[in-house]
């Protein structure tokens, strides 16, 4: 089956999220549909799938119109969607959850389900996926990418004979995308047509055998993977020449500054088991390693959100032992949360009352307003956060604004050492660009930098120093991060 | 209107392409609500009795109402957090048997125990839930009935009267015509909405209630914020129930039952959501109004008493249902 769609518009209020993007997707190819944060990418596959009506514009299905009034409508003429956010709802079982709209079908006369009818076909499409999932497992101990596996077989279970992954790996570990591509390859290898929306260009060009660059709602144009380079796709996403590395230079000579934060021996809960590091003032240490494998329990430790199991920690040459948030933010530790929406910022204050929060500046008992409109605006111009003004409420933000919001909170207390977990998940290249800009502009200022991430390019460009922790434990140290190659880094980490 | 309390992404158009335009005149009307309620209540009633639009009723009106006033404003702090109290009730009753029980020696100075009492039960509550991690509703349910309990415990039901002159002077007594536990509402009133909008412990209960995990990872202290906001909530009761028994000259073992049911009606009719990080003290007053001239009103209009309850039920969802705020909850249990 071709399903095309030519023209298609899509406004929402004043915003035109989708103008005039036109896209082809042909019987058994794998389609990606790259672009900035914004671009246009996740309306466009939600309108393919019946989840939006489009305002204007044409969609064939093997030439016969394709309007479909739903998501159901269009699965019911064969093109399924998997959705970006995780919809497993854990307290149901592996099968359950795949047939999750559709248990009817397998209820017996007296109206109960079998059961063992409903495990054999959710065992068949699993194994037609080459998804490793045990059809008896426990969904709650499953991770993000077996989770995504099984909505991708909850999609199959109406056979369609599209299949629309929205933006499927944005929040999976390197493990779990591979395990994503690999059942995205698994189903190319049987015929079936798949488009998919990515940030991530290695994917892209691991999987698909076309591509179509948005940007700014717009169609750039459709290429195959085979003609196009890297560099050439990034600078049609982003629409001007790229600078040579959106990475900043490192400053030159070795950093001889004192150590800021040590690490002796430190554990944490049953993640961390006995891991010694420090950094020093002005350096950037990266932190590579899988979900679980330990750096978000030594943040939480380093934060003062979990205790020590064992170990000590020192802080700028004396003890440091933080009994909470409070008291590590007072001593002049500033952490960014990898879960930007419920850690990081709380998106219905203004921009001001979040820049300010972890220290609001004030008279006694009184907060003092006119210096936190300083300090804001302050902060405003230091990272390129784009506003009107103080005052919008942070829900009028993009990702990337939103990230720098919370960059400009921990700055906001004048840290000496910033502890950065992912920081730019799910930020579009212009913003990272200025993250890593204001990053390494403090850390030439004294700042000291531990830095964890699941973008392998992100870290090796940069950490001045690498560590690769598996397990609770540290694998590897890597003394000139520049020299690293992913590949080695990936050995140490699974 | 308050300074930055509400939301404040209606200022602002929407640049992410949710629907700006329309939803701010949306926002507009919602936040307008309280008050075109209570104009509508005050012309209803007006054309329903004559005796309604009087000065005099005027001032019985804002007697009925502040206990209730002084109640919500600490309410508004807690539900603001993202909390509830269910035990406001019982803490009048306390303070005010706390009140009965010294105005003889103390005189006008009984104020002290009253607000301490209170205190003192607002600090089990907040400490309940801050270290011992019960929630709120459970925490207060439980407490609602254990200091309700210690009023029959030590009234064995009976009232216990208030007789002190000078107490009564002080807190009953009119100047210029105001009754004085009215002067006391506003000036709370005023500290209340100074609190809120203008210091740094107003900002963190905010900030709780519009993200606590956030609150925690930022180094607000989040324990200690919860505790002092179920004091001061304890210690407004103590003058609620102060206020209470100094115009009943008694303190009785029902005072304030269902007191908490009015007061976390005032304070949500007044636009402060139960989901929290939002709350306005002049939102508070105008739903102290919205209740305590509801039944005013109805009484005044000759509503039947029987029909009344039912009314003033489906104002409360009413209110409810026009301002809340869908698109911030999701998801509604």
Known sequence: ?494 | METNVTSIATKTPNATGEPGVNASRFEFVKRGFPLAMLVLLIVTFSIASPRFLTFSNFLIVLQQGTVLLVAALGMTFVIMAGSIDLSVGSIVALAALATALTADSLGAAAIIPAIAVGAAAGLVNGVLLAKGKVPSFIATMGAMVVYRGIVLLFTRGAPVSIEDEQFLNVYTNRTLGIPHSVIIGLVLMVVAYGIINRTVFGREVRAIGGGERVAILTGIQVARVKIYMYVLLGALCGIAGLLQGARAMAATAQLGEGLELDVIAAVVVGGTPLTGGVGSVVGTMLGVLIITLLSNGMNMAGVDPYLQNIVKGTVLVCAVFVTIDRRKIGIIK
């Open chain 1, 1 to 494: 089956m071709t399903l095309a769609a030519s023209d298609l518009r899509k406004s929402y209020g004043q915003t035109r999220a989708v103008d005039g993007v036109s896209v082809v997707l042909r019987p058994g190819m794998v389609h990606a549909i790259v672009g900035e944060n914004g671009a246009g990418k996740s309306t466009t596959l939600r309108m393919l799938a019946g989840a939006e009506p489009p305002d204007s514009g044409v969609m064939t299905l093997d030439e016969a119109s394709y309007a479909p009034p739903s998501v159901v409508g269009a699965a019911a003429l064969g093109v399924s969607l998997v959705y970006q956010e995780i919809t497993i709802n854990r307290s149901l079982t592996v099968a359950e959850n795949i047939f999750i709209d559709r248990l009817r079908q397998f209820a017996g006369p007296l109206g109960f389900i079998d059961r063992r009818r409903m495990e054999a076909a959710a065992r068949a499409i699993l194994e037609r996926i080459g998804a490793q999932i045990s059809i008896s497992a426990d969904t709650g101990r499953l991770n993000l990418g077996e989770l995504k596996c099984i909505e991708i077989a909850r999609a199959l279970s109406t056979n369609p004979k599209i299949l629309l992954l929205d933006e499927s790996t944005a929040y999976l570990d390197h493990r779990e995308v591979q395990a994503v591509l690999r059942v995205i390859s698994e189903l190319k290898g049987q015929g079936m047509t798949v488009a998919f929306v990515s940030h991530h260009l290695d994917e892209v060009l691991a999987v698909a055998d076309e591509l179509t660059i948005l940007k700014d709602g717009q169609y750039v144009g459709t290429y195959r993977t085979t003609e196009i380079e890297p560099n050439e796709i990034h600078r049609r996403m982003v629409g001007r020449e790229l600078a040579r590395s959106i990475y900043p230079p490192r400053p030159p000579g070795v950093p001889s500054k004192p150590v800021v934060f040590e690490a002796c021996e430190v554990a944490v809960g049953r993640e961390l088991g006995g891991v010694s590091l420090n950094v020093r003032a002005g350096e950037i240490l990266g932190l590579a390693g899988l979900k679980g494998a330990g750096a978000e329990a030594l943040f939480a430790a380093i934060c003062g959100d979990l205790p020590l199991r064992g170990g000590s920690m020192t802080l700028a040459g004396s003890s440091y032992a933080p009994s909470s948030p409070t008291s590590a933010w007072g001593q002049g530790v500033a952490y960014l949360p990898g879960d930007r929406h419920n850690e990081g910022l709380i998106a219905d204050f203004s921009i001001l009352d979040n820049l300010v929060m972890a220290r609001p500046p004030h008279h006694g008992p009184f907060f003092d307003r006119a210096a936190a409109t300083a300090i804001a605006g302050d902060l405003i111009a230091q990272i390129g956060i784009k506003t009107q003004s103080v005052d919008s409420s942070c829900r009028s933000l993009s990702g990337g604004n939103l990230q720098k919001v919370v960059i400009g909170k921990c700055l906001a207390v004048q840290p000496r050492l910033l502890l950065l977990n992912n920081p730019t998940r799910g930020v579009d290249i212009g913003a990272r660009t200025e993250i890593y800009r204001i990053v390494r502009q403090k850390a030439a200022q004294g700042l000291a930098v531990i830095l964890s991430s699941e973008d392998m390019p992100e870290l090796i460009g940069m950490s001045d120093r690498l560590l690769v922790l598996r397990q609770g434990q540290i694998t590897h140290r890597i003394e000139t991060a520049a020299d690293a190659t992913e590949h080695d880094i990936i050995g140490h980490m699974a």
